[in-house]
C-alpha cells in the first residue's frame, strides 16, 4: 500500500458523507441567495442598521458603509461572518480528527499500518485526504455562489468570490490538519 493509496483510501471511503456535506453546503447557499432578491434596495433595513450601536455593528460585523442590502454586503453578513465559516469548520475538524484517530477507533489503524509505510508518510497521506476534502467543500461553496449570482443578482465580483471561498479554504485546512495531529498524537 503507497502512500497514495492511503490518500484516495480517505477520500473514497467518506465518499458519502462528503457528498452530504458538499450538497448541504451548495443548499445552504442557495437558501441564503433566494432570499436575498426580498431585501434587495430596502432602503429602511439600511437605515435601521446604520442606527445601530457601534459595538452591535462590530458583533454582526457590519463594516461602516456596507450596505447589507447590497448583493456581496448580503452574503457577507449572512453568509461569510458566521454561517459558512463554521460549516466549513466542522468539516474540516471532523475529517481531520477521522483520518488517524477515527481509524485506530474504529480498530482498523493496526492494519493500515503493517503495510511497509512510514508513520509519517502515512499521516501526510491522510493530511492530502483531509486537504482534499476541504478544497472539494470549498470549491462547492463557490461554484454555488458563480452559479447564483446571475440567478438572484447578487453581483459577485469573481475576484471577491476566489478570495473569500481560498479564504474558507485556508481556515478550514488550518484546523483539519491541527485536528489530525492531535489524533495523530
Request: hydrophobic share 55%; charged share 15%.
Amino acid at each position: 500500500m503507497t502512500t497514495a493509496e492511503l490518500a484516495r483510501r480517505g477520500l473514497v471511503d467518506h465518499r458519502r458523507s462528503l457528498a452530504a456535506w458538499v450538497a448541504g453546503v451548495a443548499g445552504y447557499i442557495a437558501l441564503i441567495a433566494a432570499t436575498f432578491p426580498s431585501i434587495e434596495g430596502s432602503g429602511e433595513l439600511d437605515q435601521l442598521i446604520e442606527d445601530y450601536p457601534e459595538i452591535l455593528k462590530n458583533l454582526f460585523g457590519l463594516s461602516e458603509g456596507a450596505s447589507i442590502t447590497s448583493g456581496p454586503g448580503y452574503l457577507d453578513a449572512e453568509l461569510f461572518s458566521f454561517m459558512l465559516p463554521l460549516l466549513v469548520l466542522v468539516q474540516a475538524i471532523g475529517a481531520g480528527a477521522r483520518a488517524i484517530a477515527g481509524e485506530e477507533d474504529a480498530g482498523r489503524l493496526e492494519l493500515v499500518l503493517a503495510y511497509p509505510v512510514r508513520r509519517r508518510e502515512a499521516v501526510l497521506a491522510t493530511g492530502a485526504a483531509v486537504a482534499a476534502s476541504v478544497a472539494l467543500v470549498c470549491a462547492a461553496a463557490g461554484a454555488a455562489l458563480l452559479l447564483f449570482d446571475p440567478v438572484f443578482g447578487l453581483d459577485l465580483a469573481l475576484g471577491n468570490v476566489v478570495g473569500a471561498v481560498a479564504g474558507l479554504g485556508a481556515l478550514g485546512l488550518f484546523h483539519g490538519w491541527l485536528a489530525l495531529a492531535v489524533g495523530a498524537a
